[in-house]
Structure formats: structure tokens, C-alpha cells
């Protein structure tokens, strides 16, 4: 079995830990969204137990991917640094109990099992961190992009018209 692959529950009952280096290359998916598959992904996970007796996954992502740039159309590095917790729940009934009853965004509840993939989970945290429409903050060889010109509201128009 994987260094990777782990009984979730087991794993945050005896507070265990685990982390790697994973090449983008290896990532199916977060390959696929690269402009190449180079780079590296930096990964930890901590098992443990939330103050209110949840079993708790305390992840952090980091690490560059090649991205597009939607502006020029040139690659670039992006780098990228996430933490997360979760906590687990034995079936998606229960998560949506959990969710409800902690009434906090900060916190994701997730559905644990027997055969949880760490690696999956930190590819899900790096496909989440990187943009959607990635740009440089400044193209090369041309200026920054200026801001777009935010209109005026409606108000202040009116307020205009009144004068």
C-alpha cells in the first residue's frame, strides 16, 4: 500500500503525520492544467482531534506550477502556499450534520475512509489555489495592465443631472 493512502480515521485517532515532495509531472490533473509539467508540490498532513471531538486533517499545500498567462499568452511560474483543516465524517449525512452544526467557512467537513488518499487530497488543495484566469501581475516586454476604470454609479450620475 502507498505511503500516501491512509485508514483517515486511524490516521487522525493516533495524531499521525506524513508529507512529501511530489513532482507536477506526477499529478495527472494538475499537470493537465500547467503550461508545462515541471515544477514540484509540496505537501503535510497532521491527523488529530478538533476541540469538539471531531477526527481533524490539517493539510498544507505549496509549491510553482507552470501556468498561461490569459493576458499575453506566455507561461509563467506560479507559486502557491495553502493551509487547510478538515474533518471528517463517516457519510456525507453526517458531514452535512457537521457542517451545519459548526457553523464556520474556515473549516471543510469531508466524508473519511479507510483508503484515503493524501496524495488526491493535496492535488485537490493545488488545483483550488491556482487562479482561474492566470496573468502576469506585469506581461513582458509591455507595461503593467492598467486597472479598468470603475464607471461612475448611478447615483452619482443622477446626483450630476441634479446640478
Given at each position: ?49 478538533h476541540?469538539?471531538g ?45 457542517e ?20 488526491q ?43
Amino acid at each position: 500500500m502507498s505511503n500516501t493512502i491512509v485508514d483517515a480515521f486511524a490516521f487522525c485517532r493516533v495524531g499521525d503525520q506524513r508529507d512529501g515532495v511530489t513532482p507536477v509531472a506526477g499529478l495527472a490533473r494538475l499537470a493537465a492544467e500547467a503550461a508545462m509539467p515541471d515544477g514540484e508540490i509540496r505537501w503535510s498532513f497532521h491527523g488529530g482531534r478538533h476541540p469538539k471531538g471531531y477526527p481533524q486533517l490539517s493539510m498544507a499545500v505549496e509549491g510553482e506550477v507552470s501556468l498561461v498567462c490569459q493576458r499575453c499568452l506566455l507561461p509563467f511560474s506560479y507559486a502557491f502556499a495553502t493551509q487547510s483543516l478538515l474533518l471528517l465524517a463517516n457519510d456525507e449525512t453526517e458531514a452535512d450534520a457537521t457542517e451545519e452544526a459548526l457553523d464556520d467557512e474556515s473549516i471543510d467537513v469531508i466524508v473519511g475512509s479507510a483508503a484515503l488518499d493524501l496524495l488526491q487530497l493535496a492535488e485537490d488543495e493545488a488545483l483550488l489555489a491556482i487562479p482561474l484566469s492566470p496573468r502576469h501581475p506585469q506581461c513582458p516586454g509591455g507595461a503593467a495592465i492598467p486597472a479598468p476604470e470603475k464607471p461612475d454609479s448611478p447615483f452619482a450620475v443622477l446626483h450630476k443631472l441634479k446640478k
